[in-house]
């Protein structure tokens, strides 16, 4: 049996949209919807088992190079989502957050994400962050520039001031990433966060991902043993 709590973080890189459909001879988009049906149920599923942070990677700063009919269709989507969840949300005390380069989006996209952060920061009981427009490597250099905007004395910075000036501030760091669609890669996802995270990958497309998967994901989080570089614990492994 595992010794460990569940994770209170978990990170999830959602990918496969547009292989799932392609496969079904549908158009990409219709890939993203089906996509945005599986973020219900995870998030529900994830509650439900008592994760308090669930961080959802939407949009890449990279994905900006994808045909530009996807970017629209992608960004009207993220916009329609925020709008039909947000009541749901609010009721079930689910914090809504985003984490990226909020500025570079639309104005009108930048006012209904402070909204519905406003809407439902108060009192909430667990966190929803979607990484939006979001690169890992960009997120250091922002922090960067944070600092010195602030006037910090860059000789004093450790790692708690750098992980003060993420976008993730306040966050504990995931204790699972799980990625779906086979691929094996982080694709610039939380690179300072994920020092010592789990990580699990699954050839499930993402539209597909559902609650079993997900309980996969965690019954294999639960067979590790997270060392932290230290020496292994004595246990009956391997015996
Ligand atoms: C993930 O699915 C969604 C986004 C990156 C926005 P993809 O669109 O990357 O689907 P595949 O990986 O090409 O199948
Ligand atoms: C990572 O998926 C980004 C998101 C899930 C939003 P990609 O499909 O963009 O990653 P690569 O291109 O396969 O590395
Ligand atoms: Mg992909």
Known sequence: MSQLPPPEHIAIIMDGNNRWARHRFLPRVMGHKAGI???????EACDKRGVRVLTLYAFSTENWSRPRDEVDA?????GETIRRELDELARRHIELRFSGRLEELSPALQDQMRQANERTSVGGRAILNIAINYGGRGEIVDAVRAMAREGIDLKQVDEVTIGNHLYTQGLPDPDLVIRTAGEMRLSNFLLWQTAYSEFFSTQTLWPDFGEDDLDQALASYH??????GARPEVSNRGR
Do not use: H, W
């Open 37 to 43: 049906e599986s973020i219900r149920r995870v998030a």
């Open 74 to 78: 992608l960004m009207t989507l993220f």
């Open 223 to 228: 067979r590790r043993e997270r060392r932290f």
